[in-house]
């Protein structure tokens, strides 16, 4: 079956624009991560997603970072006003049913903030 | 709070030595420990997991680690590594809401 999907695979903005990256989960899985990956780092916890509610959203830098999931499916994740610093490869991953089960990752989308 | 600590971050072998990547974690809840690879310019897989049970866990690509409670590690071990084993490997303590990661180790294989 199809895994995670991520798009765009790769998002060049310029500083103080708006971007949304979209994650769509294996079907079935009601559980939905977002990560951030900076270079050389593992990644780091964004936000948690049960069903159509954000869970924990503790990871979420600041607020100019909102993510949503309206259906309980797909997921998007919004960025207003970037700054160079939020330059990452942004990773979604869903499960059925949340921890411990295993999570899918997608494939990411590299944000590069110009 | 949790923390997973790689104390590596790059760990060089030769083809078909052993390998043991470390990771050391510190979690005030239950624990549920992972370990991921990522593949270059691919996403991350799962190798392997602990929820309970047996300490030794076996994954897939003949990887396996242990959980050793008292030095709160869960260390990774291949008794043959290949060239397609170059990756970098993170390790991951679970809670309810999500993963948190090691900084990762980077595994090169020298033929």
């Known amino acids: 079956g199809a895994g995670v999907s991520q798009t765009p695979s790769n998002k060049v903005t310029e500083k103080g624009k708006y971007v949304e990256l979209r994650c769509d989960p294996i079907?079935?899985?009601?559980?939905l991560y977002w990560y951030r990956q900076s270079l050389g780092q593992g990644p780091e916890f964004l936000i948690y997603?049960?069903?159509?509610?954000?869970?924990?959203d503790s990871g979420l830098p600041n607020d100019r970072f909102f993510a949503v999931r309206p259906e309980g499916s797909v997921s998007t994740l919004k960025i207003q006003r970037t700054e160079r610093g939020d330059s990452a490869v942004y990773l979604c991953?869903?499960?059925?049913?949340?921890?411990?089960?295993?999570?899918?990752f997608g494939p990411g989308t590299r944000l590069t903030v110009l | 709070a949790q923390s997973v600590t790689q104390l590596d971050s790059q760990v060089p072998v030769f083809e078909e030595a052993p390998v043991e990547l470390r990771c050391n974690y510190s979690?005030?809840?239950?624990?549920?420990l992972f370990w991921y690879v990522q593949y270059p310019n691919q996403g991350l897989q799962l190798l392997l997991k602990?929820?309970?049970?047996?300490?030794l866990v076996k994954g897939i690509n003949g990887f396996e680690a242990e959980f050793n409670k008292s030095q709160t590690s869960f260390h990774l071990r291949k008794p043959s590594v290949h060239i397609s084993d170059t990756a970098e490997y993170f390790c991951?303590?679970?809670?309810?809401?999500?993963?948190?990661f090691g900084k990762g180790t980077h595994l090169i294989i020298q033929p």
């Open positions: 602990y929820l309970s049970g047996s300490t």
């Open positions: 979690s005030s809840v239950s624990v549920y």
């Open positions: 079907s079935g899985h009601t559980a």
């Open positions: 997603f049960q069903g159509t509610g954000a869970a924990d």
């Open positions: 991953a869903s499960s059925y049913a949340g921890t411990p089960n295993e999570q899918f």
């Open positions: 991951a303590v679970g809670s309810a809401d999500g993963l948190t």
